[in-house]
Nanobody, 125 residues
Framework: QVQVAESGGGLVQPGGSLRLSCAASGSIFSLDDMGWYRQAPGKQRELVARIFSGGSTMYADSVKGRFTISRDNAKNTVSLQMNSLKPEDTAVYYC???????????????????WGQGTQVTVSS
């Protein structure tokens, strides 16, 4: 089983910055792509940023130039640096990880997507 846990949310004024972190733990053989999604009240969950196993990244148009996603493969973590925050960035942010599970034999199991419980980001004066 793989667990995913986010941290770093909070209340920030418009124009401010926050850094979200996400750690994957448990029976992991290897991680594939990792990403951040968000869901605002009354809206569908949407992709914010994603980073692939080779290091390439993709961003939603609304956050390009303001947010930066990064990963530390040695620590099984992914982070999201959010700058120049706007009120419309207010949402619950979820970490998503594609992971190959580790079987008791040490061989890789199947790949599955895992979600964290979410962390609230509120941008308000």
């Amino acid at each position: 089983q793989v667990q995913v846990a986010e941290s770093g949310g909070g209340l920030v004024q418009p124009g401010g910055s926050l850094r979200l972190s996400c750690a994957a733990s448990g029976s992991i053989f290897s991680l594939d792509d990792m990403g951040w999604y968000r869901q605002a009240p009354g809206k569908q969950r949407e992709l914010v940023a994603r980073i692939f196993s080779g290091g390439s990244t993709m961003y939603a148009d609304s956050v390009k130039g303001r947010f930066t996603i990064s990963r530390d493969n040695a620590k099984n973590t992914v982070s999201l640096q959010m700058n120049s925050l706007k009120p419309e960035d207010t949402a619950v942010y979820y970490c998503n990880v594609a992971a190959w599970g580790l079987l008791p034999s040490g061989a890789p199991g199947g790949m599955r997507n895992y979600w964290g419980q979410g962390t609230q980001v509120t941008v308000s004066s």
